[in-house]
């Protein structure tokens, strides 16, 4: 009587906890229309910005968003569903960590960029974005030495920004 019980509350929790579909495929959170994505390339408002920063910057962009989503670059921004455009606002290098005569045990490269994101589908609506993102390293660290490897991780950071605005605003 007691295991006939059990089962009797037991099966409508187990069945309501049940997932209705499994699927290994994300399908995202964004709307069906998107298809594809035109990126233009960063404009470079920023002093002591590396002269090919914004070229780095842009294709990386490019680059996650078709990895990381279902949406494909197209070259031509009229016939895209999302356009995405930005600036380079700021690129610095500045001393943390200040030791007794103002000297800096590490300095922080300091990376901002704007985004403005214009959606074209379903509705016309415009998204803005501003990341900002930074590391630190040692100041007895040559920046020409260390500087790619910086930015590469700068940069993941921008881009995993950038998809999260794209995939959490609808």
């Known amino acids: 009587m007691k295991r006939l019980l059990l089962i009797i509350i037991i099966t409508p929790i187990i069945y309501g906890c049940w997932p209705y579909s499994v699927s290994f495929v994300d399908k995202g959170s964004m709307p069906e229309e998107w298809k594809t994505f035109s990126l233009i390339t960063l404009e470079n408002n920023a002093p002591n910005t590396p002269l090919s920063y914004s070229t780095l910057i842009s294709e990386k962009i490019k680059d996650g968003i078709q990895n990381n989503t279902r949406l494909l ?39 901002s960029i704007k985004f403005d994101i214009f959606i074209l589908k379903p509705e016309e609506n415009l998204m803005t974005l501003t990341s900002t993102r930074f590391i630190d390293y040692d100041s007895n660290t040559d920046l020409g030495i260390v500087e790619n490897e910086l930015l590469e991780e700068v940069n993941d950071q921008i881009v995993q920004d950038v998809i999260n605005k794209l995939l959490s605003n609808w």
Request: no cysteine; proline share 3%; hydrophobic share 35%.
């Open 73 to 111: 670059i197209n070259s031509n921004s009229d016939s895209s569903e999302i356009i995405i455009e930005g600036n380079i606002t700021n690129y610095s290098i500045s001393p943390i960590a200040l030791l007794e005569g103002d000297n800096a045990s590490q300095n922080r490269l300091s990376i």
